[in-house]
């Protein structure tokens, strides 16, 4: 019995040591990407040193910040990310005090780390996510690696933005969903992970609250379709008691800050822009379209009909999940959730597009050679994507759109669009040559060839002499690792380099353990046709 259950949680265990590993290894030198993050970990630093929820001297005095109780400047942020950012800030500050290291790069490094983890809890419940779908441990295991090296998984994880925990918690809620009615409605243990769950996700970003009843309906809809009124409202009755407890958070969390349980700090225009082209903007432009940062998608047509063939009612929750969020935020003004890689707000989305994909795999000796050719080639695309996304800050490809904008300003016939900070000023997503994709390939060559010793690569200059320069805040003269950081490293050159071989050696170990452990039996059920996982590694090696 023992022996068993080693080898039933052995691949979860490893597969999260690997992301963890893999993720910690790539964590980013950039500590001011996002206004967000720095806000909500001035909030954290506020509540630790403080005992406060007001910030003092906020970084951004913008609309992300609100005046609330006593007069004191608060985020408008939900507390979730800012919660969960506490023990990791102490232990920053422990860090920091036992290796005589700079508190405040210390406890940045530490706080910005929560995302890193939970990217690799992420991948762990996608793979137990892949199990409750129907897959082999192979497949679910390949499925896995997948996600969370071929897709925005992987970049959205080092931005330390808030989206990571969202969609951690999403995905353990559809889960939960779906193994409720997997089990034939009834065990309602997983209403209450299910209601729980999304409650963690309304806590950590309010619309996240849209899941809420677009998972509800579709439990009621199963339960219907079963025949029963009355056991649909027991459902609910259940699924609300889990979320009552984290309404009741939210509320006394605004209460402290604004004097009302339904103030958020929340003043500005939300909805309103022009929601078709927006739709398009969030799916097929250059800039920010999911389908250049999500290759994976192109290869849909050929698992989606299997998939729901298969298992329609699992079909059915995974095209609400997309479907939910891409609806959503076309009518949102700041539907691009700029400056960050890709269309972040869909995100949430990824695990439901690349899961029936599994179907692909499960059947992968009877697939058409192009289609096999077509999934490789898309798996190779996203990791390169990602690999270029995570090498250079995003901060450079600002840099050169500054650049780009200011050479076509004319002041003299008052000609051209001068560049403006801001979520309504940017418009670079219909204009192919400025697409972020195209420029960061060729920031990672530029940076390469500036760290070989090409300075003209260099940039340094005030880009507009009316708008800020990234070039005096981001690390963007420099590959974007912890381990390379040139602006406020940590420890010494060799010890970083130490420290960044031995994440290597844990996830080449745990890969290792992963596929071990897919060769271990774990009893009958767990022995389905694996053979054409088999020909995809052989396929991917050759």
């Known amino acids: 019995m023992i022996s068993r259950l080693r080898s039933a949680t052995a691949t979860p265990v490893a597969l999260g040591v690997f992301f963890l590993a893999v993720y910690l290894l790539t964590g980013s030198s950039d500590l001011n990407h996002n206004g967000d993050t720095d806000l909500r970990f001035q909030t954290t630093q ?63 490094y530490a706080a910005r780390s929560l995302d890193l983890f939970l990217g690799a809890g992420l991948a762990v419940a996608f793979f137990a996510f892949s199990l409750a ?11 896995t690696l997948v996600l969370g090296l071929a897709s925005v998984v992987w970049p959205d994880a080092q931005s330390a933005l808030e989206q990571t925990p969202v969609d951690l918690f999403v995905l353990v809620a559809a889960l939960a969903a779906w193994m409720f009615v997997k089990g034939g409605m009834s065990g309602r243990r997983w209403l209450l992970l299910a209601g729980g769950a ?82 398009a903007g969030l799916t097929v432009s250059p800039g920010k379209g999911l389908l250049w940062y999500l290759p994976l998608i192109l290869v849909s047509p050929w698992a989606a009909a299997p998939f729901f063939r298969r298992c329609p009612q699992l079909a059915s929750l995974c095209g609400i999940m997309v479907l939910v969020p891409v609806l959503f935020y ?3 003004k700041y539907w691009h959730g700029d400056p960050s890689w890709g269309p972040r707000y869909l995100f949430v989305a990824v695990p ?30 996203g990791v390169i994507l990602n690999i270029a996304a995570l090498s250079v800050t995003q901060w450079r490809f600002w840099y050169r759109l500054e650049v780009q904008a200011e050479s076509r300003v004319n002041p003299a016939t008052w000609s051209g669009q001068p560049f403006h900070w801001g979520a309504q000023h940017y418009h670079y997503y219909w204009n192919l040559s400025q697409s972020p994709i195209l420029i960061q390939l060729d920031n990672v060559s530029q940076v390469a060839r500036l760290t070989l010793g090409d300075t003209s690569y260099r940039y340094t200059a005030r880009p507009d002499p009316y708008v800020s320069n990234p070039a005096e805040n981001y690390p963007i003269n420099s590959f974007a690792f912890w381990w390379t950081d040139t602006m406020h490293p940590l ?35 767990s022995r389905p046709r694996e053979d054409s996982v088999s020909t995809f590694a052989g396929t991917l090696r050759s």
């Open 491 to 525: 420890l010494g050159a060799g010890d970083r380099e130490g420290l960044a071989a031995l994440l290597m050696l844990l996830s080449l170990a745990a890969l290792g353990v992963t596929l071990v452990s897919l060769e271990a039996p774990t009893g009958a059920r």
């Open 352 to 381: 439901y597009l690349v899961l029936p994909l599994g179907e692909v795999l499960r059947s992968w000796g009877r697939v058409r050679v192009p289609i096999r050719l077509l999934f490789v080639a898309c798996v190779a695309s």
């Open 198 to 279: 999304l409650g963690l996700a309304a806590c950590t970003r309010y619309d996240a609250v849209i899941f809420v009843p677009a998972i509800a309906l579709y439990l009621t809809f199963m339960r219907l379709r079963a025949g029963s009124v009355r056991s649909a409202g027991m459902d609910m009755a259940g699924y609300a008691v889990a979320l009552l407890p984290f309404a009741v958070l939210l509320g006394i969390w605004d209460w402290a800050r604004f004097g009302s349980p339904f103030l958020t700090g929340l003043h500005e225009q939300t909805f309103g822009g022009p929601y078709l082209q927006d739709l």
């Open 330 to 332: 076309s009518a949102i």
């Open 133 to 143: 779908a129907g897959y082999s441990r192979r497949v679910a295991a390949t499925l």
């Open 46 to 108: 506020a509540i630790v040193d403080h005992a406060r929820l007001w910030i003092d001297h906020p970084r951004w005095l913008d609309t992300r910040v609100a005046v609330g109780r006593g007069g004191h400047l608060y985020a408008f942020y939900a507390p979730g990310q800012t919660v969960m950012m506490i023990p990791l800030y102490i232990a920053g500050k422990a860090i920091a005090h036992h290796l005589n290291q700079p508190y405040d790069i210390t406890t940045l």
